[in-house]
Each structure stands twice: as structure tokens, then as C-alpha cells.
């Protein structure tokens, strides 16, 4: 049995959770359940999924449909294009390192975002890792607070981070306001 079939023999009820969630399935299959939603004449998932992005980051709607199509498609050649800092094969997404710094009673902390190759993001993140490592403890109380934290999201970054088979929201966000 195909995909194509499989979400032909759903009901509309199936069709509209799977609409809801449709961020959690592979590519194919989204477009699988996207074109059978089309094919009923069902609400299309963007302005599920879409608008709920937007109203949670304070970002004005795009002006049609077709706007949106083209902001899909940009999105998905990052993200199966080539890495813009090593030029190697994707997935491309949003890889986030994080950082912490003390001095005495001054401690400074913050996360920066890399549009890249899971490769390229996990050597940011080691090295965020690291200099948090050395650098993040020489501040009472922050350093001692904050460098296990900081320490510990970048080793979440390295052993999880975002899904290869589709893009993440947060490449979703950036596009958009990119291409907006």
C-alpha cells in the first residue's frame, strides 16, 4: 500500500489531526496529506501551522498564497542545498551554540544562531562548549550558575538538535523574515 493510499482511506477527522501535527512528518509524507487535504477541499495546513508560527513571533501574514509557496520552496533549497560555511552537503538548518564568560562578579551569557550543516553546527557548538568550559566559572554567583546550563544545552545541540528530514521552525522564521 502506497502513502498516497493509505491517506486516501483516512476520514476528514484523521485529515484535520494530521493537518495540526503536520510539522512532525517526514517531507513526503506532508505532502502526501497536504495534497489529499486539496483534493477534499479541506482548509490547507499552512494556515494552520503558519499562522500559529507567526502569531507566537509577532510576524505579519504574507500576502497570498503564492507568497507563501515561494517562501516554502526557499526554505526547502536551504535546507537540502549546500552548507554555507563548508559548502558540503546538507541538510541545511538553524544550529544554536550557547556561551557564558565571568569575571569576578561580571558574567555574560547569550546564544548565537548558525544557518548550516549539522557538521559545521556541532563544531560551533564543541567550541561553546569549551570556551564555556575555561571561561564561564571566574563569576560568583552567575558563572557558578550559569556555565552547567549553558554547558548542557550545547551537549542537547550536539546529541539532538534539529530533524534532517524536514526544515525546523526556526529556519522557517528567519526565511520569512528574510524574504518578508
Not at 494530521?18 to 490547507?44: F, H, L
Not at 507566537?56 to 497570498?64: D, E, I, Q, R, S
Not at 551554540?97 to 564543541?126: A, D, E, M, P
Request: aromatic share 10%; proline share 6%; net charge positive.
Amino acid at each position: 500500500m502506497t502513502l498516497e493510499e493509505l491517506w486516501q482511506q483516512k476520514s476528514d477527522r484523521e485529515l484535520e489531526v494530521a493537518a495540526r501535527k503536520i510539522t512532525e512528518y517526514t517531507e513526503e509524507a506532508e505532502q502526501v496529506i497536504r495534497a489529499e487535504i486539496r483534493k477534499r477541499g479541506m482548509p490547507e495546513p499552512p494556515t494552520f501551522i503558519r499562522n500559529a508560527i507567526r502569531d507566537a513571533h509577532g510576524l505579519t501574514p504574507v500576502a497570498n498564497q503564492e507568497t507563501e509557496d515561494y517562501i516554502r520552496e526557499q526554505i526547502r533549497a536551504i535546507h537540502q542545498g549546500r552548507c554555507p560555511r563548508c559548502s558540503g552537503h546538507g541538510p541545511v538548518d538553524v544550529h544554536t551554540s550557547h556561551w557564558v564568560w565571568s569575571l569576578v562578579f561580571f558574567t555574560y551569557w547569550g546564544s548565537n544562531s548558525h544557518i548550516c550543516c549539522r557538521k559545521c553546527g556541532r563544531v560551533k557548538q564543541i567550541k561553546a562548549c569549551l570556551f564555556s568550559f575555561v571561561l564561564g566559572w571566574w563569576g560568583f554567583p552567575w558563572g557558578l550558575l550559569k556555565t552547567p546550563i549553558q554547558i548542557i544545552q550545547n551537549l542537547i545541540g550536539l546529541f539532538g538538535g534539529p530533524s534532517d528530514s524536514k526544515p525546523s521552525e526556526n529556519l522557517y522564521l528567519i526565511v520569512y523574515k528574510q524574504l518578508k
